[in-house]
């Protein structure tokens, strides 16, 4: 029994060996075969040249807006982000003091102007000297004078609109006692909103007025037509960037001053660049680009430092790193290291 016990042991062993010894082949045969990828021929594309800029939202007309008198607040509209018509309220002042004020004039208009009267009588039966009557004559033009004034300040206690838009900032709140002109209120028309960004002087020349824009507001998620309305004549003395201005239509007020756009103008020009799909396109730990070229003779993937450009018909310039004619790997580069044997599918 011990025999036939140690027989069977010894059988088990050298199966177990046999089989340890066939696996490097199979391996090595795996190895040889490769990953199977999708690879694409590079080569150059024609397409009209496009500039793209980011810049902030601002509304076509902006009006800050104080009061012209001192007092404290007593009414505001709304909070900051409401839209507002033109001719609508937008703050008031406590008039008590400036109506007294305008009262204490009528009273004076009243009163002198009685005095001119029964003066003016004796005047016209030469009673009463020129100058006499003359005196009485500029004091009631006096008194309407001081009337008006009164009346124009309690006026000034409220303050309008001058236009529609939107109530962007306010820096006082109800009770507050605020001074004579200093701005309180900054109100924005947004039927029509403008996009500030800024253009590299290499490619100022390729911008003119009223080229169509397309423009990306990102806080939205949607994508509005817009033009180039202003192309700053002088550049910043820092960045050597011009100040570029693209108009927006905003009937729905959807556009808020203040928020991010991207705009993309295209061109006359037309240049010839390399496009990319972005998913053969990988990141490494170093955050840089890289692609995947084949080498036909080898059968090999080897990753590719990039450098890439703009977006353009879903895909992405590679500015430098690839050659018109080399293999690209559109598909499967993610299984790859860099020198792996690859087979194509």
Known sequence: MTQKKLLSVSGFLLLLIAGCKSRPAGTDEARVAGIAVKVEKVHPSTANNEVTVSGN???????????????KIDYIFGKEGQAIARRQLVASLE?????????????????????????????????LSESDFTKIDYALQ?????????????????????????????TAEVGEIVAAGAPQ?????????????????????????????????????K???????????????????????????NPDLLIRPGMIAEASIKTNKSAQMILVPTEAITRGLDNQQYVYVVDPVRNKAFRRKISIGKMMNNKIQVAEGLSAGELL???GQNKLTDGCPITLK
Request: aromatic share 6%; glycine share 6%; hydrophobic share 40%.
């Open 142 to 170: 006096q008194a309407k004078l001081q009337q008006q004034l009164q009346q124009k300040n309690l006026a000034d206690t409220k303050l309008y609109s001058p236009i529609d838009g939107v109530l962007i900032k306010k």
């Open 57 to 71: 939202v601002e509304g076509n007309t902006t009006i800050r807006l104080g009061f012209l008198v001192n007092g």
């Open 329 to 331: 790997v559109e598909e």
């Open 223 to 249: 994508t509005f037509i817009g033009r180039v309305i202003e192309i700053g004549s002088a550049a910043d003395e820092t960045s050597r960037a011009f100040t570029i201005k693209i108009e927006i239509a």
């Open 185 to 221: 209120f900054v109100i924005a028309g947004i039927r029509k909103v403008k996009v500030l960004a800024y253009i590299p002087e290499n490619e100022l020349h390729l911008i003119k007025k009223d080229q169509e824009a397309t423009v990306l507001v990102s806080a939205l998620d």
């Open 95 to 127: 008039p008590t003091n400036y109506l007294i004020a305008r009262r204490l004039a009528d009273v004076q208009v009243g009163t002198t102007a009685d005095e001119f009267s029964r003066l003016k009588i004796l005047h016209d039966r030469s009673s």
